[in-house]
């Protein structure tokens, strides 16, 4: 059971430089999101998709960008990394991203990737 | 905006003692209600959920949670806790009216609990 999985684990960056997230989940579900998680803020959506070629953006999208191209990948993009995005990085997914009664509202998450940008 | 407030950010307790992890919510209208744990260098994983019914919910690891819609609260409780209970603890609500997730899910900013022996 893979489930979702996150590469790489951990990246250091210098500023300036751009880099890719990758997020690929192997149970077919249509909502996948990334979440950053800093100290005392918990987690913040980053941008999200309901299915392929459809994203939109979360609470902190300045500086990532996303694309979905197949149902299993959801790439997560930094564009000119800066120090403020250092973090660690967390994808997930559950089934639908409607909110249903039949919709058991569990989203599923990677392990995480740590990005540490000097 | 609805919001998610954890009271406490970090709970030391004792090995065998009962805990309880208090989160309170914002909103006036109907919600789903999820606590989330992540281990050390994982990931988050469901703990229980909420959605409707009985006010007590039992999750995994003997955790079980008691909704009070008038104190708009979802507190967690273990009665007996263990040193593998050491986590982050996270809860999270969505109106039970939202079409899709994405930023109706909000999570609060997180619970340490930390048993000692």
């Known amino acids: 059971n893979a489930g979702v999985t996150q590469t790489p684990k951990f990246q250091v960056l210098k500023t300036g430089q751009s880099m890719t997230l990758q997020c690929a989940q192997d149970m077919n579900h249509e909502y996948m999101s990334w979440y950053r998680q800093d100290p005392g803020m918990g987690l913040r959506l980053i941008h999200y998709s309901v299915g392929a070629g459809i994203t939109d953006q979360g609470e902190v999208p300045n500086g990532y960008n996303v694309s979905r191209s197949t149902t299993e990948d959801f790439p997560l993009r930094l564009l000119s990394a800066a120090p403020s995005q250092t973090s660690v990085y967390f994808c997930?997914?559950?089934?639908?991203?409607?909110?249903?009664?039949?919709?058991?509202?569990?989203?599923?998450f990677g392990e995480g990737s740590r990005l540490t940008v000097l | 905006a609805q919001s998610v407030t954890q009271l406490d950010s970090q709970v030391p307790v004792f090995e065998e003692a009962p805990v309880e992890l208090r989160c309170n919510y914002s909103s006036s209208v109907s919600v789903y209600l999820f606590w989330y744990v992540q281990y050390p260098n994982q990931g988050l994983q469901l703990l229980l959920k909420y959605l409707s019914g009985s006010t007590l919910v039992k999750g995994i690891n003997g955790f079980e949670a008691e909704f009070n819609k008038s104190q708009t609260s979802f507190h967690l409780r273990k009665p007996s806790v263990h040193i593998s209970d050491t986590a982050e603890y996270f809860c999270a609500v969505i109106r039970s009216s939202s079409m899709e997730y994405g930023n109706k899910l909000v999570f609060g900013a997180g619970t340490i609990l930390r048993v000692k022996s």
């Open positions: 997930a997914s559950t089934e639908s991203g409607r909110v249903t009664w039949a919709n058991t509202g569990e989203l599923f």
